[in-house]
């Protein structure tokens, strides 16, 4: 079995921190703490400073970006960069100190990093790939081309390759990926007096417990901090494991992951893979951070735009990247045209419904999205299933009906009043009450139809429910013009 281990790329003690390892953790966790920590003393927002680095030119500039590294964390640096065109990027670059360089880009955006990697010379990718670790390299790897992922792993000891092609077998979306492989592991041998020591003479972000495996890895469970220090010295580590010992499977998904720690009230929980191995640790903060990008990559998917683009991204690739979506939109917008060609009689002889159109489809489309967007978080959340579905279908249908019975006869007097022909209020009145309550259907029906086909409902939703409330919205509102007026 254990052989079997090896051959998947297990080290074969997975991170027990030895002597050695205690310092080098200590090195890497004061570099780490940059990506977390506060500015020291600048107090003025990153939009100002961006832009009084943006008005600043060259040597000025240099020394604006000067000063603001003597007290900015890597955080604050990563976007004032990302702020930058990209040749001042690349000059303002070479002025962050060389054991900074890491801490940086890993704050970056990955089209941005990726630009400043392409930009140094070898020698300077050496130097930089030396310092990284092997959880920020699976981050990187992400979006980073192949023979640069192969550069740094060049430059990495046996043992941080294989930490790598541990993680690396995991998908992008799966937990296991992104472990990390700092933690506490001791022995079933272990004594409270050997876990007191490692606590004293290393510091861990959200470090909180000892971790105990047995001889081929396989985790047996927890000890907390705070029992250890009530506990006799000579006792065995594993007569005081937690009761309720929690682990996370490596094939969770990273937004199950997050949720359970950030209800579990713990600071870390292990991560065991399908054999009950030890292959890390999932810290609170890194629970934080992953739902943050989660629900940004999201915000970006309604605009068909990825959480990675770079705010100055080449021309020629950013119209590319945006072109695909441009043609997806321009064909729903035909089938809204198609719609109101079918009703070109009645357009030419009442003008007044082709000014009052727009209202009918946006009214439509603002009630869809409250729906959707509800529906979207509800599914990230797992708050949503085929057995409340309906219900939750109910609800909304009511509330649109509800909204849609308000507003229709709010417009529906003011356009009769415009126009003077209460006949046009009648119309648009309808065409608001049925557009609402479709809308809302729609923003129900729609994510769980996108779920079905494994499509992303935050990236295409928005885009097939535009469509449904214009196409419905605008032949309701004409077919009706239609019948009563010719």
Same mark, same amino acid.
């Given at each position: ?17 030895s002597?050695s ?10 570099h780490?703490a940059?990506d977390?920590?506060?500015?020291l003393?600048v ?16 040597a ?9 590294l003597?007290?900015?964390d890597?955080g ?9 065109p990209?040749?001042e990027?690349?000059?303002r670059?070479?002025?962050i ?22 930009a140094?010379?070898d020698?300077e990718?050496d ?17 980073l081309?192949?023979?640069l ?21 995991y998908?992008d979306?799966e937990?296991?990926r992104y472990?990390?492989?700092?933690m ?11 876990g007191?020591?490692f606590f004293?003479?290393i510091?861990l972000?959200?470090?909180?417990d ?7 890895n ?5 000890v907390?901090?705070f029992?250890l220090?009530?506990a006799?010295?000579? $006792? =065995?580590?594993?007569d +005081?494991?937690?009761l309720e010992?929690?682990s !996370? #499977? *490596? ?8 949720e359970i ?9 292990p ?11 999932i810290?609170?903060r890194?629970?934080?951070?992953l ?9 970006m998917?309604?605009a068909?735009?990825?959480?990675s ?18 043609g997806?939109?321009l ?11 079918l009703?070109?009689?009645v357009?030419?002889?009442v ?6 159109m727009?209202?009918v489809?946006s009214?439509g489309g603002?009630?869809?999205?409250? $729906? =959707?967007?509800?529906? +979207?978080?509800?599914?990230?959340m797992?708050? !949503? #299933? *085929?057995g409340?579905?309906m219900?939750?279908l109910?609800?909304?249908?009511s ?5 849609g019975?308000?507003?229709?006869t709010?417009?529906?007097?003011i ?12 119309i648009i009145?309808?065409?608001?009450l049925?557009n ?18 494994n499509q ?8 097939i429910l535009?469509?449904v ?5 605008f032949?309701?509102f004409?077919g ?7």
């Amino acid at each position: 079995m254990e052989d079997n281990h090896q051959s998947k790329g297990y080290p074969s003690r997975v991170s027990s921190l030895s002597d050695s390892d205690a310092n080098q953790s200590q090195n890497e966790e004061s570099h780490i703490a940059l990506d977390t920590s506060p500015c020291l003393q600048v107090q003025t927002e990153v939009s100002i400073v961006a832009s009084q680095l943006a008005e600043a030119d060259g040597a000025k500039q240099a020394e604006v970006f000067n000063e603001i590294l003597n007290d900015a964390d890597a955080g604050t640096i990563a976007l004032l960069l990302e702020s930058l065109p990209q040749d001042e990027r690349t000059q303002r670059w070479e002025q962050i100190h060389p054991d900074e360089r890491v801490a940086v880009l890993s704050l970056m955006r990955a089209d941005p990093r990726l630009g400043i990697l392409n930009a140094m010379a070898d020698i300077e990718l050496d130097a930089l790939f030396v310092q990284i670790r092997p959880e920020t390299l699976i981050d990187w790897s992400d979006s980073l081309p192949e023979h640069l992922t192969d550069r740094a792993l060049a430059q990495m000891g046996e043992r941080q390759r294989q930490h790598f092609e541990l993680y690396d077998q995991y998908d992008d979306t799966e937990i296991g990926r992104y472990a990390d492989h700092h933690m506490v592991v001791l022995g079933p041998n272990a004594t409270v007096s050997q876990g007191l020591r490692f606590f004293r003479r290393i510091e861990l972000d959200c470090n909180n417990d000892v971790f105990i495996t047995d001889d081929n890895n396989r985790f047996l469970g927890t000890v907390q901090r705070f029992d250890l220090m009530k506990a006799e010295p000579d $006792s =065995l580590l594993v007569d +005081i494991i937690a009761l309720e010992s929690r682990s !996370i #499977s *490596a094939k969770l998904s990273l937004i199950e992951a997050a949720e359970i720690i950030e209800h579990s009230k713990e600071l870390e929980l292990p991560i065991v893979d399908e054999h009950g191995i030890l292959i890390g640790r999932i810290t609170l903060r890194t629970a934080t951070a992953l739902v943050r990008e989660h629900y940004e990559a999201q915000l970006m998917a309604t605009a068909g735009m990825d959480e990675s683009d770079d705010l100055f991204a080449p021309i020629a690739q950013g119209a590319r990247r945006r072109a695909v979506w441009l043609g997806i939109n321009l064909l729903t917008a035909f089938l809204a045209s198609a719609t109101i060609g079918l009703f070109e009689d009645v357009l030419s002889q009442v003008v007044a419904l082709a000014v009052l159109m727009p209202i009918v489809a946006s009214m439509g489309g603002i009630a869809g999205s409250q $729906s =959707l967007t509800l529906m +979207i978080r509800g599914m990230a959340m797992g708050q !949503i #299933s *085929a057995g409340n579905v309906m219900s939750l279908l109910r609800n909304e249908l009511s509330i649109g009906a509800l909204n849609g019975c308000l507003w229709a006869t709010v417009i529906g007097l003011i356009a009769g009043w415009w126009f003077s022909d209460s006949t046009m209020g009648i119309i648009i009145g309808c065409a608001i009450l049925i557009n609402m309550a479709v809308a809302a259907i729609a923003g129900v029906m729609i994510p769980m139809i996108l779920q079905k086909f494994n499509q992303d409902a935050a990236l295409s939703g928005s885009v097939i429910l535009t469509t449904v409330t214009d196409v419905v919205g605008f032949f309701t509102f004409l077919g009706l013009a239609s019948i009563l007026y010719i």
